[in-house]
């Protein structure tokens, strides 16, 4: 058993990753939130283009995400073997492949951007307003992509402190070129993706400048390695597919919820974005469980891993407790604050209920999913994706095709997807860190 001054060690050790962790992360939304209120006051016809082509970039981004997942438990384990050289150099065939991929999409993506709004048969005053912003945009795609691989470096180094500042510089300088370029120069839609794009290669040279100062620290050669990309290229893939089959759920849902009215589909839009924001939050618990579990591996301290394990996953029960009797007590009002009718209040009110009572689940499934990460169990987790999909699906199907309307209908979607698809993602998560084949030692 851990002794108090232990625990409270450990304690200290996940705050001091997580909370920079969530203050990084809180600034990657304000991009989108700060275009959003600058192309708002050109009009309606713009503020829709952006969101057509938001919707695109987020798709893109968010299946990409792997590249800080994966590069994030490759560095740490060789920074807990004590192989810091070797820890950089796995982080820096990380940004290697996040450019290549990068430029690919970039060219690839800006050639494709007008066929990609088109799918959405918006008016074609909309249409090319997001055509405008989603060509620009494009370019910064392989900006992006490095960021997500620099910030996975930094934190396997166990620094989650430097992406926190960089975020936070990218984040007010996004907002001055975006005001600068919108308005002072009169380019519109364009000057709000051009000054995003100069951002976010702006937050790529401060990364350039911290890692290249830990490569000349550590003798890590800068340049890409054979073995290294190939390594990096493995597990993002597995993770890819991982993302693919949680992309794949989020879309059925939605589908289903389209398929039932339009009152249960804004209803169902309230529900995801409360569960979205409490995932948000646990996302920076699940980085430091990512960054400590790769790092006790690596030095070959499964205690520590286990101890780990322990503290995060009640920290992430405990969480879930809170938020969950905070939504379940807010329940009827919830619906007010985000669309101003009772009526949707009522209608949402029963699925809230449902979210709060399978709150503890969802936070102890996120943490679960971080620790795994951290060990570098890509292959499995991608499996286990295809696996929760098995339940899920015939419930799903079952919901569609008897048809229930109103707040029973969007109740029982809500039951389908925080009950049986987050249940399936516990059995299958907490299956596996039950036994011990995820528990591999060593860089």
């Given at each position: ?215 000349r620290r550590h003798a890590a050669s800068v340049l890409p390695q054979r073995e290294g990309l190939r390594g990096s290229a493995a597990t993002g893939g597995w993770l890819f597919l991982r993302t693919v089959s949680l992309r794949a759920a989020f879309l059925a849902t939605v589908v289903v919820a389209t398929s039932i009215g339009t009152d249960e589909l804004a209803g169902w839009q309230v529900a995801f974005t409360i569960f979205s924001t409490a995932a948000f939050a646990l996302d920076a618990l699940a980085i430091a469980a990512q960054a400590l579990i790769g790092r006790g591996l690596g030095a070959a301290d499964e205690l520590f891993v286990r101890r780990v394990l322990g503290r995060t996953v009640a920290w992430g029960a405990w969480f879930g407790v809170v938020v969950g009797g905070t939504i379940g007590t807010l329940s009827g ?111």
């Amino acid at each position: 058993m851990p002794t108090s001054r232990q625990t409270r060690s450990l304690n200290r050790e996940i705050l001091r990753l997580a909370v920079p962790a969530l203050g990084a992360l809180i600034a990657e939304p304000m991009f989108l939130i700060v275009d959003a209120a600058l192309v708002g006051h050109l009009g309606v016809v713009p503020l829709a283009g952006l969101g057509i082509a938001s919707a695109i970039l987020q798709t893109i981004v968010g299946l990409m995400v792997f590249l800080a997942y994966s590069t994030t438990p490759a560095v740490a384990r060789r920074f807990g073997a004590g192989e810091h050289g070797g820890a950089v150099r796995a982080g820096i065939d990380g940004l290697w492949l996040a450019l290549a991929l990068g430029t690919v999409l970039a060219v690839v993506g800006s050639l494709a951007t007008t066929g990609l709004v088109s799918l959405f048969g918006a008016d074609p005053a909309v249409g090319h307003q997001a055509v405008i912003y989603l060509q620009l945009s494009m370019w910064g795609l392989p900006a992006m992509l490095i960021v997500f691989a620099a910030t996975g470096l930094l934190r396997g180094m166990q620094d989650t402190v430097t992406p926190l500042w960089i975020a936070g510089i990218g984040f007010a300088l996004n907002a001055a070129l975006n005001a600068l370029f919108i308005y002072g120069f009169g380019w519109g839609i364009a000057g709000s993706a051009a000054g995003t794009v100069f951002a976010q290669w702006s937050m790529v040279g401060a990364y350039a400048f911290v890692i290249g100062r830990l490569a000349r620290r550590h003798a890590a050669s800068v340049l890409p390695q054979r073995e290294g990309l190939r390594g990096s290229a493995a597990t993002g893939g597995w993770l890819f597919l991982r993302t693919v089959s949680l992309r794949a759920a989020f879309l059925a849902t939605v589908v289903v919820a389209t398929s039932i009215g339009t009152d249960e589909l804004a209803g169902w839009q309230v529900a995801f974005t409360i569960f979205s924001t409490a995932a948000f939050a646990l996302d920076a618990l699940a980085i430091a469980a990512q960054a400590l579990i790769g790092r006790g591996l690596g030095a070959a301290d499964e205690l520590f891993v286990r101890r780990v394990l322990g503290r995060t996953v009640a920290w992430g029960a405990w969480f879930g407790v809170v938020v969950g009797g905070t939504i379940g007590t807010l329940s009827g009002v919830i619906g007010l604050v985000f669309t101003g009718s009772s009526d949707v209040a009522a209608l949402v009110q029963p699925a809230l209920i449902v979210l709060a009572v399978a709150q503890p689940v969802c936070s102890v499934v996120f943490v679960l999913d971080g620790v795994l990460m951290g060990a570098g169990d890509a292959r499995y987790l991608a499996l286990a994706g295809a696996l929760n999909l098995v339940p899920y699906a015939p419930a799903l199907v079952a919901v569609w095709l008897l048809h229930p309307t109103g707040a029973v209908g969007l109740a029982w979607l809500a039951a389908c997807f925080f009950g049986v698809y987050m249940l399936a993602r516990l059995a299958t998560l907490g299956w596996r860190v039950r036994r011990p084949q995820w528990l591999t030692a060593g860089a």
